[in-house]
């Protein structure tokens, strides 16, 4: 769903002046990563970042890797593009698009090291259930996207949300739970705390993490 919110002044000028160093749309077609980003690094694809401070660490603790983030809250985009600007950030592209169109159109198959998708819109309510972005579909799109050994990490603080996450990516095909059959994973070193997870904490919530790995 695109919320557009209001935006800061920093978030204005930044979508006006820099976007050019970070921002991709639809339109700029399949992406060629070693053109984009001048170096034949891994790349790891980010759907919803949010106000973008835990993908702008990220992308600052492994300046090894690549990030590309996809987000469609204009003030979370522009928040992003002046911080990695302010930080001197190069290793970062954003979206603010829709995730879905974006791997349809922008992004080649077998061409990502890792997909991470950290507190999702949990949809609470059952008759919304079928609203929640990972279903058996959405997986097997994440899997045709990934190289093989690629990862799809997923977290939540909603434990319904979190269970079905293991569902699903259980009965996917080509897909294995890196941390067994039936088992949540650790939460992995590289995935910082977001204000999401901070909330749930103040709420009491747990925080699931799920990490399933292409091995077809």
């Given at each position: 769903?695109?919320?557009?919110?209001?935006?800061?002044?920093?978030?204005s000028?930044?979508?006006?002046?820099?976007w050019?160093?970070?921002?991709?749309?639809?339109?700029?077609?399949?992406?060629?990563?070693?053109?984009?980003?001048?170096?034949?690094?891994?790349?790891?694809?980010e759907?919803?970042?949010?106000?973008?401070?835990?993908?702008?660490?990220?992308?600052?603790?492994?300046?090894?890797?690549?990030?590309?983030?996809?987000?469609?809250?204009?003030?979370g985009?522009?928040?992003?593009?002046?911080?990695?600007?302010?930080?001197?950030?190069?290793?970062?592209?954003?979206?603010?698009?829709d995730?879905?169109?974006?791997?349809?159109?922008?992004?080649?198959?077998?061409?990502?090291?890792?997909?991470?998708?950290?507190?999702?819109?949990?949809?609470?309510?059952?008759?919304?259930?079928?609203?929640?972005?990972?279903?058996?579909?959405?997986?097997?799109?994440?899997?045709?996207?990934?190289?093989?050994?690629?990862?799809?990490?997923?977290?939540?603080?909603?434990?319904?949300?979190?269970?079905?996450?293991?569902?699903?990516?259980?009965?996917?095909?080509?897909?294995?739970?890196?941390?067994?059959?039936?088992?949540?994973?650790?939460?992995?070193?590289?995935?910082?705390?977001?204000?999401?997870?901070k909330?749930?904490?103040?709420?009491?919530?747990?925080?699931?993490?799920l990490?399933?790995?292409?091995?077809?």
């Amino acid at each position: 769903m695109r919320r557009q919110g209001r935006l800061t002044e920093g978030q204005s000028r930044a979508l006006e002046h820099y976007w050019d160093d970070y921002g991709l749309t639809l339109a700029n077609g399949v992406l060629d990563f070693t053109a984009l980003f001048g170096n034949a690094n891994p790349v790891i694809l980010e759907i919803g970042f949010g106000n973008g401070a835990s993908l702008l660490q990220m992308a600052q603790h492994a300046p090894q890797k690549n990030f590309i983030g996809v987000e469609v809250h204009r003030p979370g985009v522009g928040k992003l593009i002046n911080d990695a600007h302010q930080a001197g950030v190069n290793n970062v592209k954003v979206f603010c698009e829709d995730a879905i169109e974006v791997l349809a159109h922008n992004i080649a198959d077998s061409s990502l090291d890792g997909v991470q998708l950290f507190f999702p819109d949990p949809w609470h309510k059952k008759k919304h259930n079928k609203r929640r972005i990972v279903q058996p579909a959405f997986a097997q799109t994440i899997r045709h996207k990934l190289k093989i050994g690629g990862y799809f990490h997923m977290a939540t603080d909603w434990e319904p949300y979190a269970e079905q996450m293991l569902e699903v990516m259980s009965a996917a095909g080509g897909f294995t739970n890196q941390a067994g059959a039936g088992n949540y994973a650790p939460k992995p070193d590289y995935r910082p705390d977001t204000k999401f997870e901070k909330r749930g904490e103040r709420l009491g919530h747990g925080v699931w993490d799920l990490v399933f790995i292409r091995n077809v």
